[in-house]
Every structure is written in structure tokens, then in C-alpha cells.
């Protein structure tokens, strides 16, 4: 008899590492769904948020490729939450719908286990139990700020505005079932994953 199929979210706050820690679990062959990768298709051009986006935002806010501006709508929506309800409407509600679709696909190929990265779970009012097991990747808010502010060249105020609109890592300690701290190295990080894989017996 085929064992039923695993899910295990990834979450984690910004620039905690949830890339890292999933660009690692694919190199290892591990099936991903990456919820912002969704996120992010879906504004670019001709991404499916795009008629969306020009309707409630507006014109100023589509870059001449086509795809949604994201500086613009960041300017906006992480000092305006009405209009942070807008962007989510049109976004993560199809995001958790995506996924629920994906993650039956990766149930009908066989795969015996399926791990979706979820940068928003605890934010969005779940608290993980429709998953078989949620590991979150934490790191201090000082060490996360400036790994942010290197990668994407965000000002610090901007960093901390995105962080307060997310839970805090008491919170997902609280929640998730296992914890990845991301304070050190990455070949740490990577240690604590295998260490992980071992446990849950998804690797020898
Ligand atoms: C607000 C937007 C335009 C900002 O874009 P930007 O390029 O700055 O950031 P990016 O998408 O790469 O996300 C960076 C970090 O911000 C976090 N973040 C994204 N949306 C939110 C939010 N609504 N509240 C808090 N944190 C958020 C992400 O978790 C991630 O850690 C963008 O994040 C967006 O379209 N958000 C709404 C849809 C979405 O991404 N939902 C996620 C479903 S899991
Ligand atoms: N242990 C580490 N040591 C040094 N740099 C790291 C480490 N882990 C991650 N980074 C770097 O920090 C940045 C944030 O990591 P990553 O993109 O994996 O975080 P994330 O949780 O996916 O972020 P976001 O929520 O913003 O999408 C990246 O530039 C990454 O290369």
C-alpha cells in the first residue's frame, strides 16, 4: 500500500532564511511549492494579479513591462492597511487556493512527502494544523534587518515597518513543530535540516 503523502510547511519571518533552508530541500530533491514564487509570478508581466491591480490600484502603480510595481504598492500598503486588505484580496486569497491545488498534485504524482513555503501561515489565521508539521526558521530581528536591507537594498525603516505587520518569533516558536535557527552559518543551517530530515526519517 502507497504511505499517504507528507506536507510540511516552511515558515519564517523576512530574511529569516526560508529561501535558503528551501533552495537546500530542492537540492536534495525534495519537492517545494513556494507560495512567493506564486506571489511573485503573479504580478510579473502578465501575471494573473495584473487586471486586478489595474482596477483597484490604478495605472501608476504597473511598470511599463507590465508587471506591478512593487515600490510603488509597498509605498502604499505598508502605510495603509485598508489598502493592504485590497492587495490581499487579490493575491493571497489565490495564493491558498494555488496551493491547495498544488499540493493535490503532488499527492496524485506520489510524492511522499511535499514541503510548501509559507512565509505568511501564523499571519494569515492558521495555525499550521492542516499541515503534518511546520518548521520555522528564525533568526534575531537585528541579524534579519541587515541581511534584508543587503539583499534588497530596503531602507532599515521600511525593513522594521514589514516586520511589525508580521507575528514575532515567540510566536512561531510557540506554534511550529520544529524550530531551524538561522543565527549562524549557512553550513550550519544546513546541518540543522539534515538533522531535521533524519528525524522525520526522510532521509538515512
Ligand atoms: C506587499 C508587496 C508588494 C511587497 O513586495 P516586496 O517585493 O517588498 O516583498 P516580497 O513579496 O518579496 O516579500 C518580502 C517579505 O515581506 C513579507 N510580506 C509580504 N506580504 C506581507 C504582508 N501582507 N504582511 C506582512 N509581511 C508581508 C513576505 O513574507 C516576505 O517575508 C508584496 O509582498 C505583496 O504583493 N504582498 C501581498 C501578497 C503576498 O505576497 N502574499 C503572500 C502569501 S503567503
Ligand atoms: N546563515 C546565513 N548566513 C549569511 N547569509 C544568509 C544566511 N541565511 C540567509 N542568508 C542571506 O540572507 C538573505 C535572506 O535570506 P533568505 O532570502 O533565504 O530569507 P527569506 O526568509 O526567504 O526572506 P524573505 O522572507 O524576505 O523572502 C539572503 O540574501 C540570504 O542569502
Not at 62 to 81: C, F, K, Q, T, W
Not at 99 to 116: N, Q, S
Not at 189 to 194: A, G, N
Amino acid at each position: 500500500m502507497r504511505r499517504a503523502m507528507r506536507t510540511i510547511a516552511i515558515t519564517g519571518g523576512i530574511g529569516s532564511g526560508k529561501t535558503a533552508v528551501t533552495d537546500y530541500l530542492e537540492e536534495k530533491g525534495f519537492p517545494v511549492i513556494d507560495t512567493d514564487c506564486m506571489a511573485h509570478a503573479m504580478t510579473a508581466p502578465g501575471g494573473k494579479a495584473i487586471p486586478y491591480i489595474r482596477k483597484y490600484f490604478g495605472e501608476d502603480f504597473i511598470l511599463p513591462d507590465g508587471s506591478m510595481d512593487r515600490e510603488a504598492i509597498r509605498n502604499v500598503v505598508y502605510h495603509n492597511p485598508e489598502m493592504m486588505k485590497v492587495l490581499e484580496k487579490g493575491t493571497t486569497e489565490v495564493i491558498v487556493r494555488d496551493t491547495k491545488a498544488e499540493i493535490e498534485r503532488m499527492r496524485t504524482l506520489g510524492a511522499p512527502v511535499t514541503f510548501v513555503a509559507i512565509p505568511l501561515l501564523f499571519e494569515s489565521g492558521s495555525d499550521g494544523s492542516e499541515y503534518d508539521g511546520v518548521w520555522a526558521v528564525t533568526a534575531s530581528e537585528e541579524v534579519r534587518v541587515k541581511r534584508v536591507m543587503a539583499r534588497d537594498g530596503l531602507t532599515e525603516e521600511m525593513v522594521r515597518r514589514i516586520l511589525k505587520k508580521q507575528v514575532s518569533d515567540e510566536v512561531r516558536r510557540e506554534k511550529a513543530s520544529e524550530l531551524i535557527d538561522n543565527s549562524g552559518t549557512l553550513a550550519e543551517l544546513r546541518s540543522r535540516v539534515d538533522f531535521l530530515l533524519r528525524k522525520n526519517h526522510l532521509i538515512s
